[in-house]
């Protein structure tokens, strides 16, 4: 039996146990469910980078026709980074429903929706036939929208739902227009066909088709501007379907977009100066848009956004290195994108787990309501802490080997004797260098707001940490962060085979394994000091271990009563950043006065707002509002009137087809005369 049959049989079982068993056994089924297709499916994986490429068709009936399914090293590599998370996330996401006991149709629906999303991403990476793959996607879509509206009694969750699925399904529309556009050109809907179709035609058709499936999977990845549903659908999810959403599923669309620079034969020129000003952009605009928010889960959400533009920055450097034929660009833009899509769903997905514990235990998601809590929850704590230092690209953690790999990319092009393209890389190095220090700043901001100073508001429980069983998938995400950045030699290793993909065709040169022993010496260098660091710590434990050690309060210059009030709020903590990028960005602020000789207490609030969100979706629904409000008239709530409505419309139908016979007659009788 084939191992797609196998993947099929093993998901239709879990399906049919999930539904039926207790509830209290519901999420322990899909995690064993999903834990069987990661095995079989990681199995097929791992033979492909032992170079035993995996290929088989599968009969799809009369309508689909032979459908092709391929894993090659590019989808080998998508499908062992979906695998990790998707399963950290139902290892999680399985004491996290607890909570909600007693909803055992809803769990049902969910815990299902889970088993099938993991099905379904396993077959957008391995099928490679138009129609399959669009059902895959669908199904996908789907199941993403009924994980995100699990608690569909709010109406914020479900406008969120609504927003994703309506925006997702924009994107399938503009895969539908390119697939269409191969078929109807070859008559074929095998993969393959979108290589034959653009090597027959010019380069300009090549970037319009490029551009059609750009969009497509633009959508879903979040590339500004088609960005605008990540901040609804992330704070609306349960916290394991954000950690997935923002880990694997966008990175869907960082798939597709490969897959189309290893299919569309083109300008590759272009096509990657395309993809680096659009990700610089992306990445600038996201993280300049995290900074102000103050719901933990919508700052994160804008974080992938900058992180997709990162990665895009790798991918737009990658096909600028092919495009110019140099190898050395070429492997450290493709490098760094597969190394940031790895090290974002194991950094993002972690602070999503580590914010669904603080929201579990504190029931908010306002940074302004928290603070203090490392003493009470210092396992969170710590993790949050290694997740926000990687996500900022500091040593020793991932973060730092995929944004170094494209930072000596980047830097290596600006020597290439190419004015227009030292200036973009130029551009592009400071894009990355203020993402880089504007991430920063946003994590400062949370980590000391959230976990450091003391409470600013009770809370309704007792606020204790998380059980060892929520905390165990999040410590295995927290060692491979940690794993990548000291020996990440390893892992530039285990990418190669993805990469030949794209730098095959390339001259070799040294300069490449050059630098990947100056990787693994930053990596050692970095090891060493994290050792004599402990080594240092142990000492000092060991000397002062004997010694009586006094504590007392801290000197407060002479104020003898400190107040929560006194700490920085997150809105006071970027006050001056927030006046400064005020042109930039939509801030709407609400202040009351201060009145008499004592005044009441003063509250200001500041409600930041997404401009091209109001410019591209607002603004045109505003007028198509205007313009159908014209029609209102219409639906007068008389039902002569829709009668005849009804009556105007079979008319319509019956005359308008009769019209065009008799003109159609016509013309041909003047044709004969």
Request: proline share 4%; hydrophobic share 50%; charged share 10%.
């Amino acid at each position: 039996m084939s191992f797609s049959n196998w993947i099929f049989l093993v998901t239709v079982l879990f399906l049919f146990l999930t539904i039926f068993v207790n509830e209290g056994w519901k999420g322990s089924m899909a995690a064993l469910g999903v834990l069987v297709n990661a095995g079989l499916s990681s199995f097929i994986a791992i033979k492909v980078f032992c170079g035993q490429p995996c290929q088989e068709n599968i009969y799809g009936g009369y309508i689909f026709g032979n459908i092709p399914v391929r894993v090659d090293a590019l989808a080998a590599w998508f499908i062992l980074l979906t695998n990790f998370t998707l399963l950290t996330g139902i290892l999680y996401g399985r004491r996290y429903m607890k909570q909600y006991k007693g909803q055992r149709a809803n769990l049902s629906l969910h815990f299902v929706s889970y088993i099938v999303i993991h099905f379904s991403m396993i077959g957008i990476f391995c099928v490679q036939n138009f129609l399959a793959f669009l059902c895959v996607w669908e199904m996908m879509a789907i199941c993403s929208f009924l994980l995100v509206i699990f608690e569909h009694h709010k109406i914020e969750t479900i406008k969120a739902g609504i927003n994703y699925l309506v925006q997702a399904h924009i994107g399938i529309v503009f895969l539908m227009i390119g697939f269409i556009w191969i078929h109807f050109h070859t008559g074929s809907y095998d993969f393959n066909a979108i290589t034959q179709y653009s090597s027959a035609v010019t380069h300009a058709v090549s970037f319009v088709l490029f551009s059609c499936f750009f969009i497509g999977f633009g959508i879903k990845a979040g590339f500004v501007p088609f960005h605008t549903w990540l901040p609804y659908a992330h704070p609306a999810a349960p916290a394991h379907i954000s950690g997935i959403m923002s880990g694997v599923i966008i990175k869907l669309g960082i798939f597709g977009i490969l897959r189309m620079l290893l299919l569309i034969k083109g300008n590759y020129l272009v096509m990657g100066y395309t993809v680096l000003i659009i990700s610089v952009i992306s990445g600038v605009y996201g993280v300049m848009l995290a900074i102000v928010q103050h719901n933990v889960k919508k700052l994160l959400a804008y974080h992938s956004i900058e992180n997709i533009g990162i990665i895009g920055i790798g991918i737009g450097l990658g096909a600028i290195g092919i495009g110019m034929h140099n190898s050395y660009l070429a492997f450290a833009g493709f490098a760094g994108a597969l190394l940031h899509t790895l090290n974002h769903s194991l950094f993002k997905s972690l602070l999503f787990y580590c914010a669904g514990t603080v929201y579990q235990a504190t029931h908010t998601m306002d940074i302004e309501h928290l603070g203090g809590l490392i003493r009470k929850m210092p396992h969170t704590a710590f993790l949050f802490l290694v997740a926000a230092l990687a996500i900022c690209g500091l040593p020793p953690f991932n973060g730092f080997i995929s944004e170094f790999l494209i930072y000596s990319g980047l830097f290596h092009a600006i020597h290439l004797d190419k004015l227009s393209l030292a200036m973009n890389m130029i551009v592009s190095i400071c894009g990355l260098v203020l993402i880089g220090g504007l991430a920063l700043l946003c994590f400062t901001k949370a980590f000391g707001v959230i976990f450091l100073g003391t409470e600013r508001h009770p809370h309704q429980a007792q606020v204790q940490e998380a059980e060892f069983s929520k905390l165990f998938p999040k410590y295995l995400v927290a060692v491979l962060i940690i794993l990548i950045g000291i020996v990440p030699q390893f892992f530039v290793g285990v990418i190669e085979k993805p990469l030949a993909l794209f730098t095959s065709g390339l001259p070799a040169d040294a300069s490449v394994s050059a630098f990947i022993s100056t990787l693994q010496k930053i990596s050692i260098s970095v090891a060493g000091l994290i050792l004599l660091s402990a080594l240092t710590f142990l000492v000092r434990k060991k000397i002062t271990a004997s010694k009586n050690i006094s504590s007392a309060p801290t000197w407060g210059c002479g104020y003898v009563a400190p107040t929560p009030k006194l700490q920085y709020t997150a809105n006071s903590f970027v006050r001056s950043y927030r006046k400064l990028v005020k042109p930039v960005l939509m801030m709407n602020k609400k202040e009351t006065e201060m009145k008499g000789i004592f005044p009441e207490p003063v509250h200001t609030v500041t409600h930041p707002y997404d401009r091209m969100e109001a410019l591209l979706i607002d603004t045109p629904i505003r007028y198509l509002k205007g313009f159908m409000r014209r029609f209102r008239f219409l639906q007068n709530g008389n039902p002569q009137f829709y009668i005849l409505y009804g009556v105007i419309f079979i008319f319509i139908a019956i005359v308008i087809p009769l019209l065009l016979n008799v003109a159609h007659y016509i013309i041909q009788l003047f044709k004969q005369i």
